[in-house]
């Protein structure tokens, strides 16, 4: 496939596109709620990776799929950016440090719900960390944050999170 696309083979990009539209949607959707910016980003997002196919390094299956999801993440960063939502939360919620919230019994689709309805800052830095396996170090230095305070909106977004699903099992 690698070979396919970096020839500039149509029938290549078509199969890379198929293959991937949907979870780097997924990607785009984890930082934007609105359903025309996450299209937007990954139409925007291919054109990238398309233009920019020779010069990735093809190390797998795996490198593949990581380095166009960073891309998609960037793009979904550049929205944000630019509508001024990456602005750090005024409002803090009480922080319960010591509660890791036990997902195991929530539904994926229901966990997907909770996070995307997390403030934009909390949001793009619980993505980052947790998606993206990014370091707060590395975060802050993306966002144009302090580490931080990277760290204390993790806190924060996996403090709302633990108080949302234990509402969740509460009611359900």
Do not use: C
């Amino acid at each position: 496939m690698a070979k396919l696309v970096r020839d500039g083979d149509a029938r290549g990009r078509r199969e890379l596109y198929l293959r991937y539209a949907g979870a780097l949607t997924a990607v785009a959707s984890r930082y934007l709620a609105d359903a025309d910016a996450v299209k937007d980003v990954l139409q925007d997002a291919f054109i990238r990776i398309f233009e920019r196919f020779g010069s990735f390094h093809y190390r797998g299956e795996g490198s593949l799929r990581a380095w166009m999801s960073r891309v998609v993440a960037n793009g979904a960063l550049q929205v944000l950016r630019k509508q001024n939502r990456l602005l750090p939360v005024q409002e803090l919620p009480d922080i319960i440090r010591d509660e890791d919230p036990d997902v195991d019994s929530v539904p994926m689709d229901v966990l997907q719900d909770m996070i995307s309805r997390l403030p934009d800052g909390y949001r793009t830095v619980f993505n980052l960390y947790v998606f993206e396996e990014m370091k707060h170090k590395e975060i802050a230095a993306l966002l144009g944050i302090k580490e931080n305070s990277s760290a204390s909106q993790f806190l924060r977004a996996k403090a709302l999170l633990a108080k949302e699903i234990k509402e969740y099992r509460k009611n359900g």
